[in-house]
Every structure is written in C-alpha cells, then in structure tokens.
C-alpha cells in the first residue's frame, strides 16, 4: 500500500536521504536559535532536525502527517497545525528564526511574500521549490525568467540556489525537477521608495511586457499617474525600452520621475 497522501495540498515525499544531508548542510543550522520546519511530512528531515539540539518548531496543516511525526521525535519539538501562510512568525520567539522547508509549487509566491513581510524575525530560510520558481524569483534582466517577481525579491532578499533536485527524488514522482535556495534578508530594502506605488509600477512594465515601458505606464490598470503627467529626462531616454530590460535601478530611476511629477 502507497504512502497516505493529500493531493489538495501537493504533497510529495523526498526519500533522498542524500538530498536531506545537502539540505542540512546548506542551512547554518550550527548558528540559529530557532528552527522552523514548514510542512513535515514523514518526518525524514524533522528527525534530523530533532537531532541538532536546537529548539524545533514544525508546522503542518496535514493533521495525519503532524500526528505521525509527534510519535518519532522528542517531547522538544513544537507543532503548530495551522496553514503556513497564516502563521505570524513574529509572535514564534526565540528570534531571529532559520526556516527550513519543502514548499508546494501553490504556496510558494505567497509563502515568499509571508516572509518578506515577517522579514525582521527571520535570519535565513532554506527552501526547497520548484526549479521554474527559483528561477524566476532569480531572474536578471533580457531574460525569460526576469519579471516582477524577480524585481520584488530581490529587493528584500539576498538569494542563492544552492543545488537542483531531480524529480526522481519524490514520491510521487513529480512532473518537474525541484532546487533547494537560500533567501537572506537584506540589511535594508534596496532604495527608500512607497513599496505600494514603486512594486505598482514595476507589475505595471510587466502587464504589458512586449510595449514600451512609458506606454505600460500611461496605460496600466495597476498605477495613476499624476494627472498632466510629463516624462522625465529618463522616460524619455528609456521610456521606448520593454520593462524586462531595465534593472532594478532603472526602475528606481523611473519611480522617481513618476513621483516628483
């Protein structure tokens, strides 16, 4: 008989026990104060996680997987039954936390936008996702992956991939290949600007991603421009660019024009 599985909640299992020593040693797991597992399933990683002495909290909305994993780790380790995208990290001390997880392809730009907001509790996150979304999340300019994903994380999060997983590591073996990534917040957000208005405006670039930038904006349903709004000298250099051309500091360039208007 198969493994018990939740299809409304992706699951699937990683069996690797390689992959799971990788995973441990991409993570500063020697330096964190606070371990946060995020969707135990079996419990192949929690268990070595119980292993570190480090305080241990893992959360699962799967009430049979959470039940099942209580039962093969100490008394130490906490469990919260509870959507990870509904958890306040900033009210689960000791901080700052380093979190470790394998996240459903559906959870993972909500989950990340979870984190950019808890941002000032966490240390680092080391991620399992798919390859597509760490891709994009690291997408760089004149690039397929590059889109306003890539813009917001990278504004917040310093970000690495640390290594891929083929699918062939997962039961039930999954349509695509997975990677593990580390997130780091930055000290501070790249630039000081209205997140609202300038992230506005970047999806606005993105919204019309084959027509000119300045075009985008003056036509978006994302963002209102002044009104008798007059480009600056730099939209009316770059303004005839497509916005998976500019880089994050062009974009600032444009955020300014916009907002002194």
Not at 123 to 152: H, W
Not at 167 to 192: E, G, H, Q, T
Not at 231 to 236: A, D, I, T
């Amino acid at each position: 008989m198969g493994k018990y599985q939740n299809k409304r909640l992706g699951q699937v299992f990683l069996h690797d026990g390689n992959i799971i020593r990788k995973i441990l040693g991409a993570a500063s797991i020697n330096s964190a104060e606070h371990l946060i597992e995020i969707g135990c399933g079996d419990g192949i990683l929690t268990k070595e996680l119980s292993n570190t002495g480090k305080p241990l909290t893992v959360i699962e909305l799967d009430q049979h997987y959470l039940e099942k994993v209580q039962a093969l780790v100490p008394d130490t380790v906490s469990f919260i039954h509870q959507d990870a995208l509904k958890v306040d990290f900033q009210a689960l001390p000791p901080h700052p936390i380093t979190m470790i997880a394998n996240i459903p392809y559906q959870i993972s730009s909500p989950l990340m936008e979870r984190l950019i907001r808890d941002r000032s509790v966490i240390k680092e996150c080391t991620l399992m996702v798919q390859n597509e979304f760490a891709k994009r999340i690291c997408g760089q300019p004149k690039t397929k992956d590059y889109g306003s994903l890539s813009v917001y994380a990278q504004f917040y999060l310093d970000i690495e991939i640390c290594f891929p997983v083929s699918r062939n590591c997962f039961y039930p073996v999954p349509k695509v290949d997975s990677a593990v990534i580390k997130l780091s917040p930055k000290a501070k957000p790249l630039y000081d600007v209205d997140e609202t208005k300038f992230f506005s405006m970047v999806r606005s670039g993105f919204w019309g991603r084959r027509k000119p930038f300045l075009s985008c904006l003056k036509k978006s349903p994302y963002l209102d421009l002044p009104k008798g709004f007059s480009p600056g000298p730099f939209l009316q250099e770059h303004g005839h660019r497509r916005a998976e051309t500019l880089t994050t500091e062009e974009f600032y360039m444009a955020y300014l024009e916009i907002s002194n208007d």
